[in-house]
């Protein structure tokens, strides 16, 4: 029996176990969509907790493999388990639907969720990097927490883009992550260095699932990497971002082939999986 029937399985705890087996591993892209397909399907049928914790755990594994539509029916799932509700508010999307009422430190303005969920208190870019907190969502006169897809609402944003903020003009809930994966992704070397350097920039900025995430990402690219610099990039990355690197991602690097590395990039690797040589250890 294939992965895939076994998370549609009639047993919840084959579907459980299933479940638990995706988050327990690195996908390719290819794999991740159809993976995430297959979960949100499982996931929106689930009457199982358990079998339902394990496949929001396993979605947030494939995040980037959910599509559009696969969110808006994650939204619909009542009560929403804590780890969706973090996971709908990072895909959220917000275009502006009528002209700014700019006022003293906050804006009013009507919108229109495109994707996802955002939530009070989140932070979203404009188009021209700046950012904005969604401090109040207000829907049909009532103060809500999160705004659904396809709906309409007033809310007051905070924040140095919220003053020049103009209609149809797109918010989208910080991006950063989605666009260091997909930088990771670019045939370019120079690209995917690049999309390494900014994964590590602060890595205090992250929370514990953007951090695996971008883990994730930078270990399927190491291991496939042709280009040195690109490779030295992505493994400094992962140093730098070292509390967030999970047991895939050491199973991944464990992977590479160490004696085939040029020799300069071989302490990254051994300090990841801390498997240096004694000779090799730097002395305290």
């Not at 991740?32 to 009457?47: D, I, K, M, Q, R």
């Not at 999309?195 to 930078?218: I, V």
């Not at 004696?259 to 002395?283: C, F, H, T, V």
Request: hydrophobic share 45%; net charge negative.
């Amino acid at each position: 029996m294939g992965l895939t029937e076994q998370l549609v399985h009639p047993d919840p705890r084959q579907r459980e176990g299933a479940a638990r087996w995706v988050s327990g591993a690195v996908w390719g892209p290819g794999a991740e969509a159809e993976l995430a397909g297959v979960l949100v399907e499982a996931a929106c049928g689930e009457e199982d907790p358990a079998a339902l914790e394990a496949q929001v755990g396993a979605l947030v594994a494939v995040e980037a493999g959910i599509s559009d539509l696969g969110l808006q029916r994650l939204g619909l799932l009542w009560p929403a388990p804590p780890a969706l509700e973090r996971l709908l508010a990072r895909a959220g999307r917000l275009q502006v639907s009528a002209p700014v009422t700019p006022g003293g430190a906050a804006t009013l303005a009507v919108v229109r969720c495109l994707r996802g969920a955002p939530r009070t208190g989140s932070r979203l870019r404009t188009a021209d990097g700046a950012w904005v907190v969604l401090e109040r969502i207000e829907l049909y006169g009532r103060a809500v927490d999160r705004l659904d897809a396809g709906s309409t609402a007033r809310v007051l944003l905070s924040g140095t883009g919220a003053r020049a903020l103009q209609e149809w003009d797109r918010l989208d809930a910080d991006p950063r992550v989605r666009e260091c994966v997909q930088g990771l992704l670019s045939p370019d070397p120079r690209l995917r260095r690049l999309a390494a350097a900014e994964a590590c920039d602060r890595p205090d900025s992250w929370d514990d699932e953007a951090g695996r995430r971008l883990c994730a990402a930078l270990a399927r690219a190491a291991a496939a990497e042709t280009d040195p610099q690109a490779l030295e990039g992505e493994l400094h990355a992962l140093l730098r971002l070292g509390v967030f690197v999970s047991f895939p991602v050491l199973v991944l690097l464990r992977g590479l082939e160490r004696a085939a590395l040029p020799p300069s990039l071989r302490p990254y690797l051994d300090d990841l999986l801390d498997e240096r040589p004694p000779g090799d250890r730097i002395r305290q």
